[in-house]
């Protein structure tokens, strides 16, 4: 049963901290346009070292505005904070479990399994379509590519598909896999699409424009905002091909308001 009403006021955004134990909660942004629309849910972070997915998400966060959106952004940034913060590859680390083998969740099981529950309980009721957002684990490197589902409803992999194909990126790969976070999502009826960029515990600042990128080629498909606005203010942004190691991701985005390039913030990360 639901415990949360994810949304905000229209043309507001606000923070939702869904409780998993007593140390394990997911902090949720919740962007309500002013005109309806679609639930469109972006995540990242379900592997703890994946950073380019967590950033891109925080920084579209503070810049977009809910009155150039029709409908409802919700964004996790870091599904598995015990893991970004442990620097855990691919795991939880209070039980090492990863959660995205771990659907359908167990609401008496393992923090993974709870959280697992949880975003099963709260997130997919509301969403129309998922996004998850992947970065290539420490000890991989990923050419860029989106996964869509193929073994679920004829009207869901069509509806996946479609989302898929609206993203720039080189491969789209279809998955049978039913046991993510994405997947099973799929498997209960919500368009859901994974996607990987990156690796190695860096990221760039071009992999994360990248990134966003891809977050507004979907509300565009979706028609949650208009692209071609969108796009030309975030193409306007400097692309550096700088790239950090895993240290300087971790303390840049725990001192956040140093990466804070937006006049309008909203206060996520220091809650
Ligand atoms: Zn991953």
Known sequence: MRQY???????????????????????????????????????????????????????????????????????????????????????????????????????????????????????????????????????????????????TEEAVRDQARGGAASLSLPYRVRSSAKNGFYSWAAQCGIPALLLERGGQGMWSEREIEAYKENVLELMAHLKMIEMKKMSQKNRKRSVSPITWKHQNVVSGIRRSKKLVRSSKKVNFWDN
């Open 5 to 151: 009403d994810m949304k905000a006021a229209p043309g507001e955004k606000t923070v939702i901290e869904l409780k998993v134990t007593d140390q394990t909660s997911i902090r949720v942004l919740v962007i309500e346009g002013k005109e309806p629309g679609k639930t469109l849910v972006v995540t990242a972070g379900v592997h703890g070292c994946e950073y380019i997915g967590m950033e891109a998400l925080r920084q579209l966060g503070q810049e977009l505005e809910p009155e150039n959106i029709s409908g409802r952004l919700i964004l996790i940034p870091v599904v598995n904070e015990a893991g970004f913060y442990a620097g855990a590859r691919q795991v939880n680390p209070f039980d090492g479990k990863n959660l995205n083998r771990e659907f359908p969740g167990k609401e008496d099981g393992t923090v993974t399994q709870r959280i697992a529950k949880v975003l099963e309980q709260e997130i997919y009721p509301v969403a129309d379509f998922l996004m998850d957002l992947h970065g290539g684990d420490v000890n991989e490197k990923a050419t860029p590519f989106v996964y869509f589902p193929y073994e």
